[in-house]
Structures are given as structure tokens and as C-alpha cells.
């Protein structure tokens, strides 16, 4: 059972959290949409993306793990009429793309968040008592769909949601296709070397998984090439001014090497507050 979310206070004319012609972002409405996003991730992650699925996944055909339970699902829909859905079909559409969001209160009462898995964020926890963390994760977009204007309309769903909970620092896994960490070095070197987190928001992966990411320290860095090579979303995040985690981690059943992304709203670059609305303006559906 799904547990109180934005959506259990709105009326289904006000859950929208963003638009884009014919797409909309909101968040899902009912356990079923929950388990059409968890197919939804099962076809990119595991058919597409060569994931290896336990016993579970490989029968139900979904990516699920105990955190769908209590996180809220934003999904995008492309608005669709009669039986134009697809296979991802919803009431309103058929659904495009998927993210998963945590709140730290949410996580605290349910045995912490998923990142914790691989990074070691509990130092940093500690340190800002003060500030509300959003967890980010099982990012998750059919192929065909993979455009900056669904990226941007992804992005101004999470933002709207970090501005109605007043949430203060989004952090969570972002991934890199394929478990060759070689393969992956020019990436990592940049984002190591002109993205790292300072100090005071620094966060190592867990030593026990943790690859380095700074692998020529006195190279030069091909800027252009790297940031060519990231994914449409780490993209976006590194516009929005985002800190990189010391460390990678190879996960080998999701056939990705992962690294810590940590954006506190606090270092957003103000340009953006123009298209999606400044961090204390009221949230308007």
C-alpha cells in the first residue's frame, strides 16, 4: 500500500506537474500505475538495457523492490485517445517515462533510502539536521522518448514537488550504460575533476563497492567529448549545478556504473527559477 503522498490532497484536475503539448508529468494515482511504471522500468532496464533480473522480476516482469511501496511515482504521459495507449497504458494515456522520489521523512520511517546502498550519505545527514533531502531514483524513459523536452518536463515535475514538500537537497544515483569502468574513465575524470563536491557536501561511495573516478590527475581533460558522452539527465542535473560524489560504483545486475548526484536547491543556477518558478513561489496546477 502506497503511503500519503501530494496526490492524496489533490483532486485529479489539480495533479498535474507540468505540461508539454501533448505529455504531462503528475504523479501516479493508484498501485496499479505503480505497477505499470515497474513495467515500464522492467522493458527499458532489462530488455533493452541487459539488466540481470532475479527469480521475481524474471515472473512478474517488473523492476519492484520494497521502496515502491512508500516512494511517489512521477510518471509522464503522452495524452492519447481510446485505445492508443500502448502497452504502458494509463487512464489518461499511455505512460512514457518514470522517476521514483523519497523524502527523508518518509525514508527515516522506513529503514532509510536506496542510495545508501552504495553511498555512504549518513555523514552528511548528520551534518545538515537542518535541511529535508529528496532521494531521486529508477529514472527510467522509453527509448523513442529520450528528448530534452521530456527530460525538462521530468525535471519541472520534481521541481514543483521540491517546492510544494519545501524539500532542500536532491540527491541520488545517476547511471552510466555498462559495467566497464575503463570504458567509462574520460567520463568519470571530468565529472571527478570539475564536479566534485566540496567538502562540506562530500559523500564517498561505500569502500566496499567504490571504484575511483580521478584515474589521470595530470591529463587533460577533453570537456567537450566527456559531456557529449553523459546521458541527457546527468546533463541536466551538471546545468543545474549539481556536486559529484567521490567514487563510482559498478552494479552489475543493472548493468550500470553509478555515481552520486547532489543538488542542493540552495546551488541551482538562478536562470532556471524563470522557466520553472522560484524555490518559495506557491506551486500552481
Known sequence: ??????????????????????????????????????????SVFYEELKASPDTAASHSRRDADRFDAFCDHLIVVRRTAGNEAGKFGVD?????????????????????????????IAPLLAAKPALKFLELGRSCVLKQYRTKPVV?????????????HGMDVMLG??????????VHAPVLDFLARTCAA???????AVSEVQIEMNSSA????DGKAALKAL????KGYLRLG???????????????????IILPVSNINPRYFAHFGQPDEAVTY
Do not use: K
Open 231 to 234: 546521458p541527457p539527465l546527468i
Open 152 to 164: 525538462e518536463l521530468l525535471w519541472q515535475g520534481i521541481w514543483n514537488y521540491v517546492r510544494h
Open 1 to 42: 500500500m502506497m503511503q500519503e503522498s501530494l496526490l492524496d490532497r489533490l483532486s485529479p484536475e489539480q495533479d498535474l506537474l507540468g505540461t508539454r503539448n501533448d505529455l504531462c508529468v503528475r504523479l501516479a494515482r493508484s498501485e496499479r500505475e505503480v505497477a505499470t511504471a515497474q513495467e515500464l522500468r522492467f
Open 242 to 260: 549539481c556536486f559529484i560524489g567521490d567514487g563510482a560504483v559498478i552494479d552489475r545486475q543493472f548493468n550500470t556504473t553509478d555515481v552520486l
Open 173 to 182: 544515483c545517476a547511471s552510466l550504460e555498462g559495467t566497464d569502468h575503463r
Open 92 to 120: 489518461d494515456g499511455e505512460m512514457v517515462g518514470t522517476y521514483r522520489l523519497l523524502r527523508q521523512s518518509v525514508a527515516e520511517q522506513n529503514g532509510g533510502f536506496y542510495t545508501q546502498s552504495e553511498f555512504d
Open 198 to 204: 566540496p567538502p562540506e557536501w562530500r559523500v564517498r
Open 218 to 221: 595530470h591529463a587533460p581533460i
